[in-house]
Structures are given as C-alpha cells and as structure tokens.
C-alpha cells in the first residue's frame, strides 16, 4: 500500500492508503479527525467541506494521491480552540439543530469569508447553495455568516 504526506491542519502526517481513498475517509479512518462527516458520497452535499489550499473542497471524491503538496484543513484545524469567527457567529446565533452538516458549512463559509470579506445576503446564499442542511438552518446559516462577516 502507497504512503503520502500530507500536510493536516499545519502538521505533516504520514498515511498509508491505496491511492484512490478518498481523502474524507484518510482524515476519518487513518487520521481519527472526525469532524468531517460523510454525507452523499458524490460531493452534492457539502459535510464533507475542508480547505485545500484554502479553497472549500468536498473530501469525498478527492483521492489521497492527488494531494501531496497542498494544505489541508479540516474543521478541527480551524482554530484551536473554536474561536474562528464563524465558529463564534455560529454559537452566537445558535445555528446548530442536528448538526450533522455543521462542519462543512462552517468550512464552507470561512473560505467565502476569505474572498468576500463584505457579503450581503444574496452574495451568502450563492456561496452556500452547495450545502445542504436537512433541518433547514439556512436562514440561521445566513445570518452567522453575515455576523462573522462583520466580525472578521
């Protein structure tokens, strides 16, 4: 079996895996970082959201193999101790109901709020439409991406 580094949250981890695992399940099963979730397997629903080089990725289709080189975060690597402002905004409004699809909407946000540090609430919607919440948060999502927004 193949063996990558890959640089995780700043770290360089050294994994074993054949080299069409998806990254969702390297991160998941070779690296205990939970926090991304499987949700449809075919990058439609955004829970499986991490950055790769800064940019929102679905980890579910993207192969360990292609990722030697690049950065990685994954919602655990956001901030050490929960403090992103996303993160913040998405306590503040209590955004969460069942909370599955959390951490990709989270890492989905914080990668729009790199690029579009002024959104108004079409510019949200736009860049959220990928994610898919079962419980219908969106307009809570909306509001907590408007609210880390200003306070970035």
């Not at 998405?90 to 699809?101: H, L, S």
């Amino acid at each position: 079996m193949p063996t990558y580094q890959l640089k995780i949250n700043g770290n360089t981890q050294t994994v074993q895996a054949d080299s069409d695992t998806p990254l969702m399940w390297v991160l998941r099963d070779n690296l205990n970082l939970v926090g991304t979730k499987y949700g449809c397997g075919i990058a439609q629903c955004g829970t499986c959201t991490v950055h790769v080089d800064g940019v929102a990725t679905r980890s579910c289709l993207l192969q360990v193999s292609q990722l030697q080189g690049m950065e990685i975060t994954t919602i655990e690597g956001l901030s050490e101790h929960g403090t992103h402002p996303v993160q913040e905004a998405w306590k503040e409004i209590d955004v969460p109901q069942c909370g599955y699809c959390q951490a990709g909407q989270i890492m989905t946000a914080a990668a729009f709020l790199k690029t579009n540090k002024n959104p108004n609430a079409s510019d949200i919607r736009t860049a959220m439409q990928g994610n898919i919440c079962r419980c219908a948060s969106y307009n809570s999502i909306e509001k907590a991406v408007m609210l880390a927004a200003k306070n970035s």
